[in-house]
């Protein structure tokens, strides 16, 4: 193994200590977690026929675009099987079932579970739906493969996850106030749920990736630069249809998302600020050159994205989705 290695597996094994001590902090007991069930018409009440159909009417206002975004968003949460692979196949890390990594992938993998199973009941329920097209879809999504930029490196890795969680917490988030707005109250509080979960996870990662930059400040900056030159990807981004190739379909999921403002490239600058801010990389010290050269890259980006995002154009392209029942 060579040093650049050794340094990772150790700085990883400090991190796993780490996340065993703080797993009860950013994971709910199971017991007393919310379950997809809470939310959802219960088969077995008197009541269920009524229900679905109380779901079915307040279903049938959501707009074209929020429908299309809510199965997007589902078909991402429903590739985990790719996500909790991905994670264990991170270098530096120890395979021990009860070691921090593999026990906090295996419980951040049980409470994401939820998050699919629960958008999948309700489309499913909402008659809103073409529920084949949007399961070949996920079936492709996770058949094609995964590529983020990341590689197998924790550092990368923990700069992803920690954008990422981010990300998804402000698109649930937008999508529950337009579910209200709609006149989706159950959609509404579901994905209130889930934005709170992803919030937690995010504050977890965040975490984690600060105790990488106490421990090793220049490898780590000089991974975030990488991360940031190469632009973070979404998880979905080889996301497509039937009869369609790789991530065809997925520019149109991001064009209905940046026109209802649920996720926008303004917000992309704003995640990146509050990681600058949230790792405290301006006054980190005792950086080498070349920490100090990634650094000032990281540091100056944000102004420079952001103007382009302001002179971005909402896209005004409509596109039909297979998924969505005409």
């Not at 070349?290 to 103007?307: C, H, V």
Request: aromatic share 12%; glycine share 4%; charged share 25%.
């Amino acid at each position: 193994m060579n040093l650049f290695a050794e340094k990772r597996r150790e700085v990883m094994l400090h991190i796993e200590s780490y996340m065993l001590d703080m797993m009860e902090t950013y994971l709910k007991p199971i017991d007393t977690n919310w379950q997809p069930s809470d939310f959802l018409p219960d088969s077995t009440s008197e009541t269920f026929y009524q229900d679905i159909k109380f779901l079915r009417e307040n279903a049938k206002d959501l707009s074209y675009d929020l429908v299309a975004v809510l199965i997007g968003d589902t078909i991402t949460e429903e590739a985990l099987p790719t996500y909790e692979s991905w994670l264990c196949m991170v270098d530096g890390i120890t395979r021990n079932e009860q070691g921090g990594w593999m026990k906090w992938v295996r419980h951040w993998t049980a409470e994401e579970n939820r998050h699919g199973d629960l958008l999948n009941r309700y489309l499913y329920l909402s008659g809103r739906v073409d529920m084949r097209q949007m399961e070949i879809s996920t079936q492709y999504l996770i058949a094609d493969g995964f590529d983020i930029g990341t590689g197998h490196d924790p550092y990368r890795n923990f700069i992803y996850t920690s954008f990422q969680e981010l990300a998804t917490n402000i698109s649930h988030r937008r999508v529950a106030s337009l579910a209200k707005k709609d006149g989706d109250t159950l959609l509404s509080k579901m994905c209130g749920v889930i934005a709170s979960d992803e919030a937690r996870h995010a504050k977890a990662y965040k975490d984690f990736m600060s105790k990488i930059f106490e421990v090793d400040p220049n490898e780590a900056m000089i991974a975030f630069e990488d991360m940031m030159r190469k632009k973070i990807v979404m998880p979905a981004h080889f996301l497509r249809e039937m009869g369609m190739k790789i991530g065809q379909t997925f520019g149109h999921f991001t064009d209905a998302a940046q026109r209802l403002g649920v996720y926008t490239a303004i917000d992309y600058v704003e995640i990146m600020q509050q990681l600058i801010e949230e790792w405290k990389l301006d006054s980190m010290r005792d950086l080498n050159e070349a920490g100090e050269k990634a650094r000032d890259y990281i540091m100056a980006l944000p102004n420079r994205l952001i103007r382009v995002a302001e002179r971005m154009s909402n896209p005004t392209m409509e596109y039909k989705f297979s998924w969505i029942h005409s």
